[in-house]
Every structure is written in C-alpha cells, then in structure tokens.
C-alpha cells in the first residue's frame, strides 16, 4: 500500500516528555484540497473494522453507511474541535470514500499502513490502541496492529509501550526464515529523547500475529545491557536459526578517573521458529567471550 507523504501522525506523548501529566496522546492528519489532481492525490486506510460513516462530526449524527477495515479514503475537512476517545485525542475528518461523503473519528483512521510480502491481497494497518492515567499521572499508551484480506479482519493484536512507544515500524520479509511469512518490526524510542533504544518483532503467520520479542536496551550506573537479532538472511546468519546476541557492559570507575574501564561480555543464544514458537537450539553452544576495553574520559 502506498504510505501517505501528505498525512502526518502526530502522537503528541507530552512532546516525548516524562509521560507525566493528562495530556492525551495526539492523531492528526493533513487535509486534501478539492482541487489537488488525482495523480497527487494521497490515501488513508481505516483502521477500525465496520466504522460507521456519518453526516456530522459527532456519535451521535446520522450514519450514512458502514465501512470496513482498510477502506481507502481521501481526507478533505477537519473538525472544528477534537474529541477524545478511549483516551485518544483527535478532530474528526470529511472523507471522500469513491462516491461516497462523510465524517470518520480520526483515531478510526490508520496511521501506517502496508502490505504482506507473501500474500499480496493481506494488509496490514498501525495504530494507537488507548492511554489511560495512572493515580501517578503517567499515561499508559497502548497500540495496535491489525491484519485483512479483503476487506475482512484477519488479526489483531494490541502492544503496550514498553516505557518507550513504538516510532517506526515496517515489514522486512521472512529475513530467511522458514515456516514464517513476514516479520514486522517496530522501533522502541525513548520517551525522553526520542532516540531509538531496542525494537520489537511480531511474525505473521498461517493468518495470526505472534509478539516474537521485545528487545530494549537497559542502562544503569554499574551496567548496560543490549540485544539484537541475527537473522538468516543477513550477513553473519545461519540457516533456519535466529541467533540473538547480547552485549552486557559491566562500568568500573568513576567519572573523576582519567580513564573508565568498562568490561563487556558478548552471548549468543540460538533458535528456530516452528511456525507458532522460537524454540531454544540446545545443541549448539553458547558463545561467549569477556574482552577489557579502556576508554579515555574526555
């Protein structure tokens, strides 16, 4: 599917702040002119499954008809006002739907959208699921993932935010692997500074989504910790295996030390994917190795 260049998501997480406060997050997305030629036309999909289309901005008004997951559409006018739903806030949006006029909540409206790489008819569409505040006032974010072919929903399934929030997210194939027919990978940011700290994996598969790993990078004064996957298809990978590798950096030292030595050790651990699980490879042997790195403090 073609990603809109037009439409912008904008997930306002307290400007990627402390999470702290009752400021919900933020869908919005830019409005098509009447007079905007069809070839530079962009297009939204929805991301609910039988969303109801109506005459006025509101729950209450008039339906006009009932769309289905995926329905292509053209965004032409935003509400004056937003509403919040489920904790998401959004204005709501006149679409254009082929002949058809009328209003969609935006949070209904998906934020990516893409397609399988083994079945060109299945489709995928993200976005935000709901946020709650705690007693604590920190927002709990949640989002979703949802598969169709069709026009009919195939799967759902519903990520936490990990304390970070899913940024980019994208299918990169089957990356080699067998019984698996594509794997859409998420980066995690860091709800302080936006950085990318870790990414998350969901296979698609025999018409189901499996939350494979969450792999988030971990920092404290005495350690750091990260991981990533090796897949088969890439450089270093190995048949049928996914090999996931750790680095752990145990600090020593202070900051007022002309040198800080950190001490790292290196895992590997090996699995395969039987189409529904990944299963730990006993049979080959952990590989690890501790390696003293000296870094000047500047």
């Known amino acids: 599917m073609k990603n809109v260049k037009r439409s912008v998501l904008v997930v306002c997480l307290f400007a990627l702040a402390k999470m702290f406060g009752q400021t919900a997050p933020r869908v919005h997305f830019e409005t098509m002119?009447?007079?905007?030629?069809?070839?530079?036309?962009?297009?939204?999909?929805?991301?609910?499954?039988?969303?109801?289309l109506r005459d006025k901005p509101s729950l209450k008004a008039k339906r006009l008809g009932v769309l289905d997951i995926g329905t292509r559409m053209v965004v032409r006018e935003k509400s004056k006002h937003a509403q919040e739903i489920n904790g998401i806030n959004s204005n709501w949006y006149r679409v254009t739907v082929g002949e058809a006029t009328g209003w969609v909540w935006g949070g209904m409206i998906a934020q990516k959208a893409f397609g399988s790489g083994a079945d060109?008819?299945?489709?995928?569409?993200?976005?935000?699921?709901?946020?709650?505040?705690?007693?604590?006032?920190?927002?709990?974010?949640?989002?979703?993932?949802?598969?169709?072919?069709?026009?009919?929903?195939?799967?759902?399934?519903?990520?936490?935010?990990?304390?970070a929030f899913p940024l980019g997210i994208k299918n990169i194939g089957n990356k080699g692997?067998?019984?698996?027919?594509?794997?859409?990978?998420?980066?995690?940011?860091?709800?302080?500074?936006?950085?990318?700290?870790?990414?998350?994996?969901?296979f698609w598969n025999n018409g189901r989504f499996?939350?494979?790993?969450?792999?988030?990078?971990?920092?404290?004064d005495a350690y750091a910790k990260s991981e990533y996957f090796v897949f088969?298809?890439?450089?270093?990978?190995?048949?049928?295996?996914?090999?996931?590798?750790?680095?752990?950096?145990?600090?020593?030292?202070?900051?007022?030390?002309?040198?800080?030595?950190q001490r790292k050790k290196w895992t590997s651990s090996f699995y395969t994917w039987n189409g529904y699980q990944l299963l730990k490879k006993e049979h080959i042997p952990v590989i690890s190795e501790n390696v003293v790195v000296s870094t000047l403090h500047r």
């Open 120 to 163: 060109y008819k299945v489709k995928f569409v993200y976005g935000l699921e709901s946020n709650t505040v705690t007693e604590a006032g920190i927002n709990e974010t949640k989002y979703q993932l949802r598969a169709f072919k069709d026009g009919v929903q195939l799967d759902k399934v519903v990520l936490d935010s990990l304390s």
């Open 33 to 52: 002119s009447v007079e905007t030629p069809v070839e530079e036309l962009s297009y939204q999909y929805l991301l609910a499954h039988k969303v109801f």
């Open 232 to 261: 088969p298809s890439d450089m270093q990978g190995i048949k049928s295996t996914l090999e996931l590798k750790t680095t752990i950096t145990d600090k020593n030292g202070t900051l007022e030390k002309e040198k800080i030595e």
């Open 177 to 202: 692997l067998f019984n698996v027919e594509d794997i859409i990978a998420l980066d995690l940011a860091d709800l302080n500074t936006g950085h990318t700290i870790g990414k998350s994996y969901i």
């Open 210 to 220: 499996t939350n494979v790993a969450n792999l988030r990078d971990q920092e404290t």
